[in-house]
């Protein structure tokens, strides 16, 4: 069950004013509604008329970088507009000046250092006011500088809930049901709830949501559940996505069952910070492949997230993988977990780096097509040759997209580093297509990579993991050779993407940051007449990469097409569809970095390659 670890109230500890300050701001309210852009053009009309809540709106807003870019110097500058209004306010004895007083010596703002002990004195200055209460139940439940003390908290909390406070109301609720600082007691815990709930706040709301999905005093109610976290979800809530996610799953409540549609709720509530509980279950869709491509390394990273919130169906989940994957698999899931929590500590180390790209987790899941089969190659660490940038991850990817599509697992080869070796390329080229492939087949062949051409003849080569420039006729594979292979299959469709490029600098090229060092040119002689082919790059052109997603630029905007960007008005993507959509995104991309990429398709265009 979701509970609050962390509790953040900012919002609505500002929101009402006592006597001596001015009007509520209208900012506030919009920004507690979850309309941030609203909150944004209002705060800043109500603080050229010198609105002390707008002050302090503004501060958290330039802070925390909603609606605007993150600016601590403009946060800390409204912020001390805020404290020297609250300071005034606090020498006439103003209670919401101590408050607010007490907010910025918590945080550290406004000029004012952090100092718990200085913002719990304002805080009982402002003792009588409900949101000083608040925020004193808040410090002493979480022991945020000072001991934690549950019954301090509830003490605190109950003077703010006998006010009317909702927030105070639903986190009093949750006291109520654990018997944490109070004698347990179901029948306030739901009272409690019920009232911070009907009040709108969004964790009384979520806690409702999940009083009734577990008929915790009451009766079960899955829709009433599924209302109030909708209600909760709307307004930011970080937890009531993950009971959404649950009914959809279950199919409970009157909301038809849909794993793709759990997952993308899981997914919200750990976008939101909720790794708890969301991140167990996201974990788990993953391990079972439900909603998403089956994906272990995935799979373990959120339960790895999971478990270190204490969450013991993640630890299970987590015991049960590492039976399943390779050490390897288990120390790249790691590498990913602690990528994340880097990011989220606001600690990016370049070997903790986290990519997360949209075309990495395909959202659809078509029908297996049994008679599918795909070859992918993604080298990037050679082995004796300069990295070629992300070129795994493009195999990743890829693999992921095509097992969405239908390709059946089974016949999916994914040939990656120290796998994708001269040997390997020819056992799957020469000898399991020829052997598996059929009449009514669809075959797939994907390469992301080096490749070089011969000085001499001016032949063109993928290189695999273990391939030597020098020695290009026995250590890498004709591109030529591997067109005419796919030609041969008796296959009804056969498409081949290479995402490479050409450097007559051979493996000591040096390019500009991004660009893969060496590779393939197609040519429209060497492409069979019955093969769809796609590359990277025409002529000597150089590839590009994109940071920010962490793959090709050419394999990125090919896999968003592929997946449906690319769809015409019947459902369906064309090979030209395709390449229509790419071509221009590519070019773009590529200008941006100060250089020209222009994507080749050779074949029918009229070919269709999925439809939906």
Not at 119 to 124: F, I, S
Not at 474 to 491: C, H, I, M
Not at 594 to 611: T, W
Request: with cysteine; charged share 20%; glycine share 12%.
């Amino acid at each position: 069950m979701v509970y609050p670890r962390v509790l953040v109230a900012v919002a609505a500890a500002l929101c009402c004013l006592s006597s001596g300050a001015q009007a509520a701001s209208q900012a506030w309210g919009a920004y507690l509604a979850g309309d941030h852009e609203k909150a944004l053009a209002l705060a800043r009309a109500e603080a050229k008329a010198d609105n002390l809540e707008a002050f302090g709106l503004l501060g958290l807003i330039y802070w925390q970088g909603d609606q605007v870019p993150k600016d601590p110097a403009q946060a800390q500058g409204w912020f001390k507009k805020y404290v020297d209004g609250c300071q005034e306010l606090a020498k006439r004895g103003d209670a919401y000046g101590h408050h607010g007083l007490g907010w910025m010596y918590q945080n550290g703002w406004g000029g004012l250092p952090r100092d718990v002990a200085q913002a719990v004195r304002q805080y009982k200055k402002a003792a009588d006011f409900q949101w000083s209460q608040y925020d004193l139940g808040r410090l002493y439940y979480d022991g945020t500088g000072i001991k934690q003390d549950y019954a301090e908290a509830a003490k605190w909390w109950r003077k703010a809930a006998d006010q009317g406070n909702a927030p105070a109301q639903g986190l009093l609720s949750w006291l109520y049901y654990n018997g944490w600082g109070v004698k347990k007691d179901i029948a306030e815990a739901v009272e409690l709830g019920r009232r911070s709930a009907d009040a709108g706040d969004v964790f009384g709301r979520h806690w409702m949501g999940c009083i009734r999905y577990f008929g915790i005093g009451v009766p079960q109610d899955y829709a009433e559940a599924g209302r109030l976290w909708e209600l909760a979800a709307a307004h930011g809530s970080p937890h009531a996505p993950w009971g959404l996610g649950l009914l959809y799953r279950g199919g409970l409540g009157g909301y038809a069952k849909n794993h793709g549609e759990a997952v993308k709720w899981f997914r919200t509530g750990v976008e939101r910070g909720e790794l708890g509980y969301a991140a167990a279950e996201l974990g788990a869709a993953y391990e079972a492949g439900e909603g998403v491509v089956q994906d272990f390394v995935e799979a373990y990273k959120w339960y790895l997230l999971a478990a270190l919130r204490e969450n013991p169906a993640a630890r299970e989940g987590m015991k049960r993988l590492s039976q399943a994957m390779t050490k390897e698999q288990v120390a790249e899931a790691q590498k990913l977990a602690n990528a994340y929590q880097a990011v989220l500590a606001g600690q990016p180390a370049p070997a903790l780096r986290l990519l997360v790209s949209d075309v990495d987790a395909p959202a659809l899941r078509l029908v297996e097509k049994p008679a599918g089969f795909a070859l992918v190659v993604g080298v990037e660490n050679y082995k004796d040759l300069p990295s070629a940038q992300f070129a795994e991850r493009d195999a990743d990817s890829m693999r992921k997209t095509l097992l969405a599509l239908g390709y059946p697992e089974r016949n999916v080869v994914t040939l990656k580093g120290s796998e994708a070796t001269i040997a390997g390329l020819r056992k799957y080229l020469e000898e399991w297509l020829p052997r598996n492939v059929g009449e009514n087949s669809s075959v797939f062949f994907y390469f992301s990579g080096h490749g070089a051409p011969d000085p001499g003849d001016g032949t063109s080569y993928l290189v695999p993991w273990d391939g030597d420039p020098s020695y290009l006729k026995s250590t890498a594979y004709p591109l030529e050779k591997v067109l005419a292979l796919l030609s041969g299959l008796k296959a009804k469709r056969v498409v081949a993407v290479t995402d490479a490029c050409f450097s007559g600098a051979g493996g000591r090229s040096v390019l500009a940051k991004g660009a893969r060092p060496l590779v393939t040119k197609v040519g429209a002689a060497a492409v069979p007449g019955n093969l769809t082919v796609f590359a990277a790059a025409s002529g000597d052109q150089i590839t590009s990469t994109l940071d920010d997603q962490g793959h090709g630029t050419f394999t990125y905007y090919f896999l968003k097409g592929l997946s449906g960007a690319a769809k015409d008005g019947s459902g369906a993507v064309t090979a030209k569809g395709l390449y229509d959509y790419l071509k221009p995104k590519v070019q773009d991309a590529a200008r941006r970095q100060n250089r020209d990429q222009e994507p080749v398709l050779h074949g029918s265009g009229d070919k269709e390659l999925v439809r939906f």
